[in-house]
């Protein structure tokens, strides 16, 4: 089974600092992806990476940067957090080619005081 | 503008019932995928339909890709409480650059009462 690991279930920070979530997947895929998940808002793409060190903007990444070092680790950081970054952060994984699934993380629940 | 419409957004019934959630599109998809997520986790893949007019079973669950590859549904037959959860069904549509990053809906939340 594919397993991906994000560091953190819940994580509390104030507003200015700087934030990391990690996210670590065992199964040698080649695209990783975070999400923010927000009621009535549905799943909103940040970033998401096809190879080490390649990355590419999502929907929304005003805020946000990440950080793609080795092949099974993506990072996600908010240089500044605000308290609009409050929200539940999904990381996932997937192999290459079309059509393939992506497999999803416990989710990092951030609120930002 | 939602390129992935679901419908109901809520839908709350009792054990043993029937349902039908819709995904909708005025575009065409290559693939539509359907996940559920329960509370606390991440979204969790039930299935994949590729072909236009496809049907997939999986026990008391029925999807079908409609024909023009559009929209889907998912069919729940006899629902029990371990149903509950939100689905969210997903897909690349066939003239995106990008065939990595999915389109989502925005999910049914489904809760069977026991």
């Known amino acids: 089974d594919v397993k991906v690991t994000q560091s953190s279930r819940y994580l509390v920070k104030r507003t200015g600092e700087k934030v990391f979530l990690e996210c670590v997947q065992d199964m040698d895929h080649e695209n990783m992806f975070w999400y923010r998940q927000d009621p009535g808002l549905g799943l909103r793409l940040i970033y998401f990476?096809?190879?080490?060190?390649?990355?590419e903007k999502g929907d929304i990444p005003e805020g946000y940067s990440v950080s793609r070092e080795k092949k099974e680790r993506f990072s996600l950081i908010l240089e500044s957090a605000s308290t609009n970054q409050t929200s539940m952060y999904l990381c996932?994984?997937?192999?290459?080619?079309?059509?393939?699934?992506?497999?999803f993380g416990d989710g990092t629940r951030l609120s930002i005081l | 503008t939602q390129l992935l419409e679901q419908s109901p957004q809520f839908l709350s019934i009792q054990e043993g019932e029937n349902l039908t959630v819709y995904c909708n599109s005025s575009?065409?998809?290559?693939?539509l995928q359907w996940y559920r997520q329960e509370p606390g986790e991440g979204p969790v893949l039930l299935v994949t339909?590729?072909?236009g007019g496809e049907v997939k079973k999986l026990k008391r669950l029925t999807f079908q890709f409609g024909d023009a590859r559009k929209d889907s549904s998912l069919h729940i037959t006899a629902a029990q409480p371990g149903d509950t959860g939100l689905y969210l069904c997903?897909?690349?549509?066939?003239?995106?650059?990008?065939?990595?990053?999915?389109?989502w809906g925005l999910g049914t939340s489904l809760a069977v009462n026991p």
């Open positions: 997903a897909g690349i549509p066939s003239l995106a650059g990008n065939n990595r990053k999915l389109i």
């Open positions: 990476s096809y190879d080490v060190k390649m990355k």
């Open positions: 339909v590729v072909t």
């Open positions: 575009s065409v998809f290559s693939s």
């Open positions: 996932a994984s997937s192999s290459g080619g079309s059509n393939q699934p992506q497999h």
